[in-house]
Structures are given as structure tokens and as C-alpha cells.
């Protein structure tokens, strides 16, 4: 409502309108934040591209459009350690094997498409844009990377370690890629602050030349509302019910930690970086401007001509 009474107000009134259509280009640093929980915010990239209507008239910018954002970031998780109690060697023997995951990261990847509603002012080459961008979120994935320690806790020997002929491993590198199912729906608050480049005519008149082509280059911060991550009931891990000397590892599974339970409170997106908008102006009503050119020479006191 706020948006739609403050365009109402500015575009009241007798000054021309101006229609532009155009792109954008933007990328970001992407970071996830947790609330109350045992991750640190994550670390990533994006990048993003649409097109764009602008409306203007005066300093007063109205924008909107469509766009679509690609972003990776990760987390460093904790540690995974699970077991398989009340397994049987080739020996008869009975032990526990044990899982130890380490250097542990989660891995996200999202692709968004978003719709901007924006309003701001333009002086000289100074520009801003407020508002909110509608985002939703379509497609997610995860991978979940490590290096895996597996060994064979007896109660009467040492511990069995690194005898891969045994499925004990030391320090192997393990990747599980898995699908993720972020909240569908966020908005986003939306801050742009930048420059318009390239020549910007200073006068008016006919004989002053203009473009019908704008560009500008500007930092921005969009900020989540809403959580965008969906818990469930998931372990960190799981792992095969049975011991088999042959393949330990097909039974192998890592869950990504925002899925598993009370991995957070809430999860907000924030990405901040530089945007580089270009904007084409849609020709307007054909006038005389020599006639128009005329009309304000008579209102600024110029000599008149006379009527037959």
C-alpha cells in the first residue's frame, strides 16, 4: 500500500512521464544466518540477471521487472560420529563399528526467481532504489563433504584402524549430494545505492543532445524475512544396520545439517553486493518541439507572436 500511494503521489501532476525498459546484472556474496544455533554464518556467491521496467518522472523512480538468481554458500558443520554396535568380523568376532566424519561442509546451491518493487529518487548522477523484492524459491540441493575415519572398537584388542581390506578408513574423502527443500516463499528487504554513468545532458532545449540510454552501477543489500529453511526429524548421518567386510560405504549417508532436527531456530538470506543496471527509454507522444520550445520562451517573458 505504501508503494502504490507513494507512486499515485508522484506521478500526480504535469510533468512528463518516462516508460524504460532494460537489465540487470548482479553479484553478491551469499550468506545464510542461523538463530540460535551451534552453525556460524555461512560463506558464498551469487549471481543474478532480469530485465526491468522503470517508470519516471521528475527525481521520482518506480522499478519492478523479473529476475533470476543463482547462489551457493556453505557451512562449516560439526563432526559426525555414528556406529554399527554388535558387529561380526570374519573371525567370529563381535565389535562396534565406528563412523567419524570430519572437516565436515554443507554445501547449498539455490536457484530463485524474484520480482522487485522499488521506489527511489535520481539527482544528477546520484541514485537510490527502496523496497522489497518477492522471491521464490525453486530449485535447492546440497552436498555434504568430509573426510571419513572408520575403525573397529574391541573390547579385548586395540582399535582396528586403516585396513581398508577390513572397510577401516583413514581420512577419506566422501561427497553426498542430496536434494533440498528450502521454504518456497520470501521477501526481501531491498536497499540500492549507486551512480548513473555515461553523459547526462545538463540543459534543456531542442538543440541539447540527449540519450535514451541510462547506466549505473550500484551496491545492494537484499535481507530474508522469512525463514527459509525447513527442518525435519534427520540425523546427521546414517549408517547400514549390519557389518559387511566387503562395502561399508553404499550404506553410507550424510543428511544436510539445516534439514536435520533443531539444526536452528530460523535460517534468514542476506546477499550485499554491486548491480549494474542498463535502461532503454521507450519513445514518448510525438510533439512539436519547436513549438514546445516556444511555448516556454512565452511563459518566460520571450515575444509573441501574433495572432491573425
Avoid at 556453505?74 to 567370529?92: E, K, L, M
Avoid at 523496497?131 to 584388542?157: E, F, H, M, P, R
Avoid at 547506466?215 to 525435519?232: K, S, V
Wanted: hydrophobic share 40%; net charge negative; aromatic share 12%.
Amino acid at each position: 500500500m505504501f508503494l502504490l500511494a507513494a507512486l499515485f503521489c508522484a506521478v500526480s501532476g504535469h510533468a512528463q512521464l518516462k516508460h524504460n525498459f532494460g537489465l540487470w546484472l548482479e553479484g553478491a556474496e551469499w550468506s545464510m544466518l542461523p538463530q540460535e544455533s551451534e552453525l556460524q554464518t555461512s560463506m558464498g556467491e551469487a549471481g543474478g540477471l532480469g530485465f526491468a521496467y522503470e517508470l519516471q518522472k521528475n527525481h521520482f523512480i518506480f522499478q519492478t521487472g523479473l529476475g533470476v538468481l543463482y547462489g551457493q554458500s556453505g557451512f562449516r558443520t560439526p563432526n559426525a560420529i555414528d556406529s554399527v554396535p554388535g558387529a561380526i568380523d570374519n573371525d567370529g568376532e563381535v565389535f562396534t563399528y565406528i563412523y567419524d566424519v570430519r572437516n565436515r561442509r554443507d554445501n547449498y546451491t539455490n536457484i530463485a526467481a524474484q520480482v522487485p518493487l522499488l521506489i527511489g529518487g535520481q539527482w544528477n548522477r546520484f541514485y537510490f532504489l527502496l523496497g522489497a523484492k518477492v522471491t521464490l524459491n525453486v530449485i535447492q540441493s546440497a552436498n555434504v563433504t568430509g573426510n571419513l575415519t572408520s575403525y573397529g572398537l574391541y573390547k579385548q584388542y586395540d582399535d582396528f584402524k586403516d585396513m581398508r581390506e577390513y572397510q577401516f578408513f583413514n581420512d577419506k574423502p566422501v561427497a553426498y549430494p542430496s536434494k533440498v527443500n528450502f521454504n518456497s516463499f520470501d521477501v526481501d528487504g531491498s536497499a540500492e545505492i549507486g551512480v548513473r554513468l555515461g553523459y547526462l545532458p545538463s540543459a534543456t532545449g531542442f538543440d541539447v543532445p540527449k540519450t535514451r540510454v541510462q547506466y549505473r552501477l550500484a551496491l545492494f543489500a537484499d535481507y530474508g524475512i522469512f525463514d527459509i529453511h525447513t527442518p525435519a526429524k534427520k540425523t546427521p548421518m546414517t549408517v547400514p544396520g549390519l557389518y559387511n567386510s566387503q562395502d561399508m560405504l553404499s550404506g553410507l549417508g550424510m543428511n544436510d545439517y539445516l534439514s536435520t532436527e533443531n539444526a536452528a531456530k530460523q535460517v534468514n538470506s542476506l546477499l550485499v553486493g554491486v548491480k549494474f543496471t542498463m535502461l532503454f527509454e521507450l519513445p514518448g507522444p510525438r510533439y512539436c518541439v519547436m513549438c514546445q520550445e516556444h511555448r516556454l520562451s512565452n511563459r518566460r517573458g520571450g515575444t509573441k507572436i501574433g495572432e491573425d
